[in-house]
């Protein structure tokens, strides 16, 4: 799975703005995450028309969020911008498409309907107000909750081996 850079970018412009101290212009957005205010008048015209934020015009004026940061979760903000990570619709059909000639006895759908499934429960799982939060308390609920998931369900007693997470740099 791949985050885009404008899902990346949306995430930081909505962490901005919860952090902020009432309404935060689009100056001091760009300004602070290092983007043009082209650029973040276009993401932020975009996370407006999925619904996370209004604007307010006047002397006053900026962004706010719509909801409590605490009630807008990352998995919210990924698939308003970029959609589900796994669309079902690819395999059983629509309206649009015929069903997939896999159908039947494909093996690779279960995989992606149930890493769609694990990476929307952990998204879920993590608001906003947790991105500009204790940082420390954010990394120790993400080891729990990846050490909830090797443990959980029956991978070891089907024969899975999930690897360890990599090492990451400067730890």
Not at 61 to 66: D, K, Q
Not at 130 to 153: H, I, S, T
Request: glycine share 10%; net charge negative; proline share 4%.
């Amino acid at each position: 799975m791949k985050i885009s850079t404008l899902e990346d970018q949306c995430l930081r412009c909505l962490a901005r703005i919860a952090a902020g101290d009432g309404r935060v212009t689009i100056g001091r957005i760009a300004e602070s995450e290092g983007l043009s205010v082209e650029n973040t008048a276009k993401i932020l015209g975009r996370l407006r028309e999925a619904g996370l934020i209004e604007s307010h015009r006047g002397k006053d004026g900026g962004y706010t969020l719509v909801r409590p940061a605490e009630e807008i979760s990352v998995s919210d903000v990924l698939t308003a911008i970029g959609g589900e990570l796994f669309e079902s619709e690819r395999c059983t059909g629509s309206a649009a498409v015929d069903p997939c000639i896999h159908e039947s006895c494909c093996g690779i759908r279960p995989i992606w309907a149930t890493l769609g499934d694990l990476m929307h429960a952990l998204l879920a799982s993590i608001s906003l107000a947790d991105l500009v939060g204790d940082r420390e308390r954010l990394e120790r609920r993400l080891a729990a909750a990846r050490q909830a998931m090797l443990a959980a369900g029956d991978a070891a007693d089907a024969g899975l081996r999930l690897p360890a997470a990599p090492p990451r740099a400067g730890r």
